[in-house]
């Protein structure tokens, strides 16, 4: 193992230690009407897992989660592609990327109920919205700072739209695309799960927000617990991927 | 008017009045969504009659408290955390997974912490914009030129003047885009923590309206929402701009 990934290895630890410290420090302070400690909490996720009634919830929050994620990827890359080597599209386009992404796209969740109805439709079109953007706004930026010999070069070898894509925009700017891709990543995934609780029968996301109408500290807790880990364990793969394409130029 | 502007107001025109077109001809229906005239006719109404006055008022508030805590806060967070380069590199995947993680399940826990008044509210909406103040800081932080701290060295400034006087200053548009972010998050946590848990403000008439199926309020709302939100992002971007222009960026 490198010096480096050992470093990244033992901070990840100390981390790990530093939240967990905080969190029974915080049990102690406010007891149990709204928390619960840290072995408590394992436990009962522990037994939450091995339940049967828990894995309909996580495999319809990864289908969403998944198909959320491959639109908002397809379509911000074909917009990013686009926009980055049109200039005057890019003009007309890009400061109203830039006003959507800064909308609180949470408001407009009661639209997108009555446009797609309760359920599957609704989440994916909450998480796509959430993805798109950043994706695009990334893509953008690294296909327009793309070396113009490496264009150039491409030109001269009579290279079609499509072609220069596959093999000279996309290589070229895949490091700054894949940072998009790290934030698009986050986003859908907060979009796909927001939707879900304010927009669903089914999902984790809805039975984070039954356990927040119920109460059901134990519940909250193993749900946040849960959605976490996952969150911190995929963000850290794909940030180490990042650091690595960003390091080879 | 400038011909990228020209294209710009044709494009946003064209989709208003497709959106008219289609609510028309009644591919959109009533009970879906409202023609954009008729909304802005019920906005001035609203506005005009004064009946959410209280509840705007009381979401506006709420998101200026949350904005100013979280910019102070961060900021003050990011400056002291720059000089503790092992701490910073262990929280940086806390603050890379920070936006995937759905903070509204520490909501309940806020109630319980702070009881049923506002603080709730602000407090979740001041968690979800603080870490984007924090981040962007530390990278303007990061990009402030050896030669001005060795100049405030020179000058014999203490650490606090350092940071006050050299280096906030030149990360000032850095901030900035920090405090963009952190509009746009503390409004989805103010009317994220409406919509779940409240008794007014503009979150929970939008909710309350959509599930009386009263699209004259919950339209004019959402569109109010968003047009605060662009408004201000687009005065602080172009502040930013100015920043940077005054450095020949």
């Known amino acids: ?249 | 008017m400038t011909r990228v502007a020209l294209y710009r107001v044709l494009v946003i025109l064209a989709a208003v009045l497709l959106l008219e077109l289609l609510c028309a001809i009644g591919v959109i229906d009533r009970i879906t969504m409202q023609p954009p005239h008729l909304i802005l006719r019920d906005l001035g109404r609203i506005l005009i009659s004064g009946k959410q006055n209280a509840a705007i008022l009381k979401t506006m508030t709420n998101a200026s408290i949350a904005f100013s805590l979280a910019l102070l806060v961060g900021i003050a967070t990011a400056a002291v955390l720059h000089g503790y380069r092992a701490l910073r590199e262990t929280l940086d995947p806390l603050f890379a997974t920070y936006y995937a993680i759905p903070v509204f399940a520490f909501y309940p826990l806020l109630i319980v912490l702070f009881g049923l008044g506002d603080a709730p509210q602000i407090g979740i909406g001041f968690m979800l914009g603080v870490v984007a103040v924090i981040v962007n800081t530390l990278n303007g932080l990061d990009r402030v030129p050896r030669v001005l701290r060795k100049a405030a060295l020179i000058e014999r400034l203490g650490a606090a003047e350092v940071a006050l006087k050299v280096a906030l200053p030149y990360a000032a548009p850095y901030v900035l885009t920090g405090a963009k972010f952190a509009v746009a998050y503390t409004l989805i946590g103010i009317i994220g923590a409406e919509f779940i848990m409240s008794r007014g403000g503009m979150g929970y008439e939008i909710s309350f309206a959509y599930n009386n199926f009263d699209n004259a309020t919950m339209y004019p709302l959402i569109v109010l929402i968003l047009a605060v939100s662009i408004s201000i992002n687009t005065a602080l971007s172009w502040w930013e701009k100015r920043l940077l222009a005054r450095r020949g960026l």
């Open chain 1, 1 to 249: 193992m490198s010096a480096n990934a050992l470093k990244g290895v033992r901070n990840a630890a100390m981390l790990i230690a530093g939240l967990l410290v905080a969190w029974q420090a915080l049990y102690w302070f406010v007891g149990d009407a709204a928390l619960r400690p840290p072995l408590a909490t394992f436990r009962y996720t522990l037994n939450l897992v091995t339940s049967e009634a828990f894995w309909p919830h996580l495999s319809e929050t990864m289908r969403a989660f998944a198909v959320a994620l491959a639109i908002a990827v397809s379509v911000g890359l074909a917009t990013g592609f686009w926009l980055g080597s049109h200039k005057l599209s890019s003009q007309v386009f890009e400061p109203m990327l830039v006003a959507v992404y800064s909308i609180p796209k949470i408001t407009l969740y009661p639209i997108l109920l009555l446009a797609f109805g309760l359920g599957m439709p609704a989440k994916i079109a909450f998480g796509a919205i959430h993805g798109i953007v950043p994706v695009a706004l990334f893509t953008i930026n690294a296909v327009r700072n793309v070396r113009p010999i490496l264009i150039k070069t491409g030109r001269v070898h009579g290279l079609s739209a499509t072609e220069m894509v596959r093999a000279v925009l996309f290589p070229a700017a895949l490091p700054e695309i894949f940072t998009g891709f790290r934030v698009g990543f986050s986003l859908t995934l907060i979009g796909t799960l927001l939707g879900e609780m304010f927009a669903a029968q089914r999902g984790l996301g809805y039975l984070l927000m039954t356990a927040i109408g119920l109460h059901n500290v134990d519940l909250i807790m193993a749900v946040t617990l849960l959605l976490i880990t996952f969150a911190a364990a995929v963000s850290s793969v794909l940030l180490a991927i990042d650091r690595r394409l960003h390091r080879r130029i």
